[in-house]
Structures are given as C-alpha cells and as structure tokens.
C-alpha cells in the first residue's frame, strides 16, 4: 500500500497498543486520531533527612516509603488537519474526569505484569510538531502501592 504526500497527516493501521501498558479508563480516540503511551515512568522513594553534625559526623533519618511518582509519557496523533483540536480535547475531558479532586479515587495502570492504582494530580502538554499534526503529553500521578 502506499500513501502519497502524508504531510500534515498521521495514518494509521489496525490496533496501536501494543499490550504492554493499559490505563483504565482509557483515553477516548477520534476517528482518524489516537494517544499512544510512550512509557510509564515509575519512580519509587524514601522519606529521608540527611543531616551533618557540628564535628562532621553525617546522619541520616529514615522516615518510611514515600509516594511514589508515575506518569504516563504519550503522544496525540492528531489526524488530518481538519481534525486538529478533537484528540486534545478528548485528553483534557479524560483529565477533567478522572484528576483525584474530581473522581476522589484512583485510575488502573498496567506495566506488563506490575497492576498500579494511581491517582491523577497532573497533566502537561509538551511540545507540538505541526509537520506531522502530533502533540506529545505527560499525565503525573502518585501511588502508595505497586504490586508485581
């Protein structure tokens, strides 16, 4: 099959996700258009103080586990030009719907074999490339629990 003068365009073919991650709720698509996750990034931490004495001693207070961070790194394929806004403004509703001062609970977040209840407390919308009608995006959300 070949597509002659894609600029402008994204095209394409069967099922985008590769089964590896999921998010439940998932993003809604626009016909022509869909959010595709990159990555999801997950950083785990410990509360800590590091402190130093008067003779130079160096201690360190533990204080348990922290929130650990995750986002969910993506990209819109945005379509054909008519169909610019749609995608986004299928991501903004996701958001508006399920940030944790509106839904008060959490999203599903799937990493392969690793199931995360996150809750939603950001979203960012990075650069645009009007070449190609794309815009990339990162969803920020916390999480006590990760279970493998």
């Given at each position: 099959m070949a597509i002659a003068n894609c600029k402008g365009h994204i095209h394409t073919f069967g099922n985008a996700s590769s089964g590896?991650?999921?998010?439940?709720?998932?993003?809604?698509?626009?016909?022509?258009?869909?959010?595709?996750?990159?990555?999801?990034?997950?950083?785990?931490?410990?509360i800590v103080q590091p402190t130093t004495t008067l003779d130079d001693r160096r201690v360190l207070y533990l204080f348990g586990a922290a929130w650990n961070e995750i986002s969910i790194s993506g990209i819109l394929l945005l379509g054909e030009n008519k169909t610019r806004g749609e995608q986004l403004a299928k991501l903004l509703q996701w958001y508006n719907e399920n940030r944790v001062s509106q839904k008060r609970g959490p999203v599903q977040v799937s990493l392969g074999?690793?199931?995360?209840?996150?809750?939603?407390?950001?979203?960012?919308?990075?650069?645009?490339?009007?070449?190609?009608?794309?815009?990339m995006f990162s969803v920020m959300m916390v999480t006590a629990d990760v279970e493998a």
């Open positions: 590896f991650y999921e998010l439940k709720p998932e993003i809604g698509e626009v016909e022509g258009s869909r959010a595709l996750i990159l990555g999801i990034p997950l950083a785990f931490a410990e074999t690793a199931g995360i209840d996150a809750y939603v407390v950001g979203l960012r919308l990075d650069q645009a490339n009007a070449n190609v009608n794309t815009q």
